[in-house]
């Protein structure tokens, strides 16, 4: 069985990348353009591990953070946050929500999945 990764990001271009990046490896992947769309995503359906934009509107990716670390089920999935904010400020406020790492835009595809390889084992 694949893993599957759920990619969160309000630009449909960078879903889209992320996705047929990940696809290409052999990995499932789920959709939602925003923190409230992927929410609803978590419905008891295997999701082992979520990339993140940071800026979305209707709940960001440290709101988004909060409650999937909330949910039980899926409070210790990895997630990854990938967003073009690299501040030092920034990095920590995700970790304290529990982000598991940190990948800034723009990004090569092989980093990416090296990313994804080495947290998801």
């Not at 893993?3 to 630009?11: A, G």
């Not at 940071?54 to 210790?76: N, Q």
């Not at 598991?100 to 999945?113: A, D, N, R, S, Y």
Request: net charge neutral.
């Amino acid at each position: 069985m694949s893993k599957t990764i759920l990619i969160v990001d309000d630009s449909r271009s960078i879903r889209q990348m992320v996705s047929f990046t990940l696809k290409d490896e052999g990995y499932d992947v789920k959709e939602a353009e925003d923190g409230k769309d992927a929410l609803q995503k978590f419905n008891g359906t295997p999701i082992h591990m979520m990339i993140t934009d940071l800026h979305m509107p209707k709940l960001d990716g440290i709101g988004l953070i909060r409650e999937v670390r909330a949910t039980s089920g899926y409070k210790f999935i990895p997630i990854i946050m990938l967003t073009t904010e690299s501040q030092e400020e920034k990095k920590k406020e995700g970790k304290d929500a529990g982000a598991t790492g940190w990948i800034v835009k723009p990004f090569k595809p092989e980093q990416l999945i090296g990313v994804v390889k080495k947290v998801l084992g």
